[in-house]
């Protein structure tokens, strides 16, 4: 006797999503029930987990009398991590021993953990596994209910939800027919914590909050110097609330890797921006991605948000060297001897940091105790090729006391700027739909020469400022690009000389 029976499960590699195809056969020989093809050891417990669920579900599990019991999953030379297959290896022995009635499985995908008791955990990751799913042809996707909502979002593939494994059973025989969960509807947010700071509530640092402003509209990044106490990390906190809320391609994208990295925590979705603080403590692997099973780091985390690091200069060196190619490119590639992966990572960065290791270098109060020596070792900590990729550079100096206690400041809402920099990022989004990119910060040197006109004042201004400053090839660029920002906020068309001598002047550290 031999039976032999095929169905699809999933694999989530990084970010992306794999189609598995979980083969059962059922032979004689002496008893074994063996899982093939690179399982870790999670997977390989499956067989526990899938006996004792079978048998709990009032169906006969693998015992001594079905035999030599062996299940592939393929392709073998991939390596097969995480529960999510016990679902279809519980289906794939049901019909190879037929003790449920043959259907087509050819348009369908199964994705769940079992319980002991037959019941149906929540994986990682169901929404790559859907979005692969839909665009390989797949019709219907069966994962736990707890699941139901996050693969629902693709439109277009019915998405099955189960509690337990005997309803599934029933479903698929045609005892018991579940309705398709309806598709997911998600309204944008601004944050998820209704406890952000507001900018407004900010006193003084009026330049500080003109360059949020630029920031949040072109995506541009940025650098706080200032003593402590200023308001750096506040400023930083408040960029959120005047960020435009995700589009719904950009909350699929924060899904997915939030999704494959099960940080969902309970939700269906991610419909905000983030806003990452990773720890000075925090190793390469957490910050770029990877490990032993790589998962996405804190860039990826950051994606289509802000990766805000405070203290800049007490993060270990390799690490923000790392961080060039990502910010350049939008991705982090993270280069393994058996396979390479790509995690998607378009960021803000912010960055806040003190002038010396005392922080009051420069200070108008108070004296600093730091020698010129240790001054400069400590800015030298941020290295050139990492300041010529922040476009806006900035101090942020001491609040003075008549701001503070002034009760009758005349200052913007988050609402009221938060207006303009959507209305800025929309003349963005139309002018550069044919490059496929939605913000100025993400053009090339090809896109800005094509995209950018200068009259012929603002042509001898900028070539003026090049020779007498010096600035790098890619400086010359990320002026432009932030005068092209300074220009969509006053919603000009053409790009003058007020608009780069602001973008200009946001760029002075890096000559000090």
Not at 51 to 67: I, Y
Not at 142 to 170: H, K, M, Q, T
Not at 337 to 358: E, G, R, S, T
Not at 492 to 511: G, I, M, T
Request: with cysteine.
């Amino acid at each position: 006797m031999q039976n032999f029976s095929k169905v699809f499960s999933a694999a989530v590699e990084g970010v992306e999503s794999n189609l598995i195809e979980v083969e059962t056969d059922i032979n004689v020989g002496l008893h074994s029930f063996n899982i093939v093809g690179l399982a870790d050891k999670s997977l390989s417990e499956a067989k526990e987990r899938v006996s004792s669920a079978l048998k709990n579900s009032g169906v006969k599990p693998p015992s001594k009398e079905n035999r030599k019991i062996v299940v592939n999953l393929a392709p073998a030379d991939v390596k097969k991590t995480g529960s999510q297959y016990d679902l279809a290896i519980a289906i794939g022995y049901l019909l190879a021993t037929k003790q449920i009635k043959d259907f087509d499985s050819k348009n369908k995908i199964f994705a769940g953990e079992l319980a002991l008791d037959g019941g149906l955990r929540g994986v990682s990751g169901v929404l790559n596994i859907s979005r692969m799913a839909k665009d390989k042809g797949f019709e219907e996707i069966f994962v736990p209910a707890v699941n139901a909502a996050e693969a629902a979002i693709i439109s277009d593939i019915n998405v099955f939800g189960f509690n337990n494994l005997n309803d599934l059973i029933l479903h698929l025989e045609g005892r018991k027919i579940i309705e398709s969960q309806s598709k997911t509807e998600i309204k944008p947010s601004i944050s998820s914590d209704h406890q952000m700071i507001d900018i407004s509530d900010i006193k003084g640092q009026e330049n500080a909050k003109r360059a949020l402003m630029i920031t949040a509209a072109g995506g541009h990044n940025l650098l706080m110097q200032g003593s402590p106490g200023t308001g750096k990390t506040m400023l930083a906190q408040a960029l959120v609330s005047i960020l435009p809320p995700p589009t719904l391609k950009e909350i699929i994208e924060i899904t997915q890797i939030y999704s494959a990295a099960g940080l969902l925590n309970g939700n269906s979705f991610i419909n905000w921006r983030p806003f990452r603080t990773p720890h000075q403590t925090a190793s390469p692997p957490a910050i770029i991605g990877g490990g032993q099973n790589p998962r996405p780091g804190e860039i990826s985390l950051a994606h289509r948000g802000v990766l805000f690091l405070d203290e800049l200069p007490e993060f270990r060196r390799d690490i923000l060297e790392a961080l060039r190619q990502p910010i350049e490119s939008g991705k982090a590639f993270i280069s393994r001897a058996k396979n390479n992966m790509v995690f998607p990572a378009k960021f803000i960065l912010v960055a806040a940091m003190n002038p010396c290791p005392c922080g009051y270098y420069g200070d108008a109060e108070k004296e600093c105790r730091c020698s010129a020596f240790e001054v400069f070792r400590y800015q030298k900590k941020i290295s050139g090729p990492l300041l010529d990729r922040i476009d806006l550079q900035i101090d942020v100096p001491r609040v003075k006391l008549e701001e503070l206690t002034n009760k009758n400041r005349d200052t913007k809402s988050a609402e009221e700027m938060r207006k303009k920099i959507v209305e800025a990022r929309e003349i963005q989004k139309e002018r550069l739909k044919e490059f496929k990119i939605l913000t100025n910060s993400e053009m090339n040197s090809k896109m800005c020469d094509e995209m950018i006109k200068l009259d012929k004042e603002a042509d001898n201004f900028l070539k003026d400022i090049f020779e007498k400053s010096l600035i790098s090839a890619r400086g010359y660029y990320r002026v432009l690009k932030t005068a092209r920002t300074i220009a969509d906020l006053e919603n000009s068309k053409d790009l003058n000389v007020n608009h780069l001598a602001e973008a200009f002047q946001y760029r002075l550290k890096e000559k000090e």
